[in-house]
């Protein structure tokens, strides 16, 4: 219920609050001495930009992905957001991908900040090496630009070879019936979980038992891209390699031959022949692993993130800081 309401208030760009709603929120600002304002996704940030202007509140917002890549379909939207870039004191974007998106939108590069969304690593961290699972994870909705069945075909090209390997896939969307039905006539029905939607703890424990993480995006007409890859990020801090495709803000996460591998889009052989090669030298896997760990804890921690905000908005730093192991 709280996603389909969130998704209801992301799902279209509106052009401001009505007049009682933002005499409202101009009264809380001014009541709370606000002097500056985050609104996560863009079309959020539409919604408060008059009531900031009113109050001389700075603004900042936090475009995510899909309120940048899919939200502005028509020249009503665009033109909301170019006021709202005009009226933002800064915008952030997740990667440099998204960027050079917002930058196509109409915003101006010096106004956009790039801050990556940051990992949990105390949550996410590496499981012990005698833990792991012959497993394959997958985690994401099950959509075509997600290409969950990519990623199942290059599985079941390894089934014979690797009998006990399973995959698991953790997310829910509309082709999940069909990588059922894909499953079934591989005859690896047996090996292959689809868990559904799962809490963020649920994908730590099997992240931390985990072998790779495997994720096959797609660009498609219409359809999304990914804007940074959380769960890649999540992959990596729990020391897992990843093998995923050269997509979107992916080439910015993965380094390729060092944290996992990257293949072209739409090339099972190639993902299947980049698993079956960590699969069968556990050392490299490994590496890549701490590799992956140490690229994480250098850049895409939540404190981070949390920091170079606080900087940018003005706002005074955290002054602990925290070590971790890696």
């Known amino acids: 219920?709280?996603?389909?309401?969130?998704?209801?208030?992301?799902?279209?760009?509106?052009?401001?609050?009505?007049?009682?709603?933002?005499k409202r929120i101009a009264a809380y600002l001014n009541k709370h001495e606000v002097t500056a304002?985050?609104?996560?996704?863009?079309?959020?940030?539409?919604?408060?930009?008059?009531?900031?202007?009113?109050?001389?509140?700075?603004?900042?917002?936090?475009?995510?992905?899909?309120?940048?890549?899919?939200?502005?379909?028509n020249w009503r939207e665009q033109k909301l957001y170019h006021k709202l870039f005009s009226r933002a004191e800064r915008v952030i974007a997740a990667s440099q991908f998204m960027r050079r998106r917002l930058i196509s939108l109409g915003c101006a590069p010096e106004r956009i900040e790039v801050i990556p969304c940051g990992v949990d690593v105390r949550r996410f961290s590496p499981g012990a090496a005698?833990?792991?699972?012959?497993?394959?994870?997958?985690?994401?909705r099950l959509i075509r630009q997600k290409?969950?069945?990519?990623?199942?075909?290059?599985?079941?090209?390894?089934?014979?070879?690797?009998?006990?390997?399973?995959?698991?896939?953790?997310?829910?969307?509309?082709?999940?019936?069909?990588?059922?039905?894909?499953a079934r006539a591989h005859g690896i029905?047996?090996?292959?979980?689809?868990?559904?939607?799962?809490?963020?703890?649920?994908?730590?424990?099997?992240?931390?038992?985990?072998?790779?993480?495997?994720q096959h995006c797609m660009t498609l007409?219409?359809?999304?891209?990914e804007s940074l890859g959380l769960s890649i990020l999540e992959a990596m801090a729990?020391?897992?390699?990843?093998?995923?495709?050269?997509?979107?803000?992916?080439?910015?996460?993965?380094?390729?031959?060092v944290t996992g591998?990257?293949?072209?889009?739409?090339?099972?052989?190639?993902?299947?022949?980049?698993?079956?090669?960590?699969?069968?030298?556990?050392?490299?896997?490994?590496?890549?692993?701490?590799?992956g760990r140490a690229r994480v804890l250098e850049h895409f921690t939540i404190e981070h993130a949390r920091d170079r905000l606080r900087t940018i908005m003005g706002l005074h730093p955290v002054t602990s800081t925290p070590v971790y192991a890696a």
């Open 1 to 22: 219920m709280v996603n389909a309401i969130r998704h209801r208030w992301r799902s279209y760009i509106r052009a401001g609050l009505n007049s009682a709603d933002r």
């Open 37 to 73: 304002l985050l609104a996560e996704y863009g079309p959020i940030g539409c919604l408060v930009m008059d009531a900031c202007e009113d109050t001389g509140v700075s603004l900042f917002v936090h475009f995510h992905g899909y309120d940048a890549n899919i939200l502005p379909r």
């Open 130 to 140: 005698d833990k792991r699972e012959p497993l394959v994870l997958m985690v994401s």
């Open 147 to 182: 290409g969950p069945t990519y990623s199942l075909e290059a599985f079941a090209k390894l089934a014979r070879r690797f009998p006990d390997l399973r995959l698991e896939i953790i997310g829910e969307g509309p082709l999940q019936e069909e990588l059922r039905t894909r």
């Open 189 to 214: 029905e047996d090996r292959v979980y689809l868990h559904g939607a799962r809490p963020h703890d649920f994908v730590c424990e099997r992240l931390r038992c985990a072998r790779l993480l495997i």
């Open 221 to 225: 007409p219409g359809e999304g891209v």
């Open 238 to 257: 729990c020391g897992v390699p990843v093998v995923a495709t050269r997509h979107g803000a992916i080439v910015e996460t993965v380094q390729d031959g």
């Open 261 to 291: 591998f990257l293949v072209p889009e739409g090339d099972v052989k190639g993902m299947a022949d980049a698993m079956a090669a960590l699969l069968t030298d556990t050392d490299r896997a490994a590496a890549m692993g701490a590799a």
